[in-house]
């Protein structure tokens, strides 16, 4: 029974591991470089994302059934989260629904 698992943890610890990882780009003797502030702002920015979207199950679990219905719910999080913010913003700059719908969440 712990063997059957063994596939599937390596894959989300893996993807785990991958996003709270920060590493340079590489150059053109392939040897990576140190990242930059940028590049740093730029992970602690959006590392709330990555570790949540490292969440979904690898492809080879399941046949792939679980890691797309885990992403289906997680598009649907994410697009719910973007038409409550929509909805706010609308709401304090006096705009009406259908312009904010229109205008911030496309």
């Keep these: 029974m712990d063997d059957e698992n063994k596939p599937l943890k390596r894959g989300l610890s893996r993807a785990i591991h991958q996003c709270l990882t920060m590493g340079g780009e590489v150059d053109e003797e392939g040897e990576e470089e140190d990242p930059s502030i940028g590049d740093l702002i730029m992970h602690f920015i959006s590392l709330f994302w990555k570790v949540l979207f490292s969440l979904v199950p690898p492809r080879f679990c399941g046949s792939g059934y679980p890691a797309f219905l885990v992403s289906l ?17 609308g709401c304090v700059w006096g705009i009406k629904q259908a312009v904010s719908g229109i205008t911030l969440c496309s």
């Design 73 to 89: 719910f997680f598009i649907g999080l994410l697009t719910a989260i973007v038409e409550q913010i929509a909805s706010l913003l």
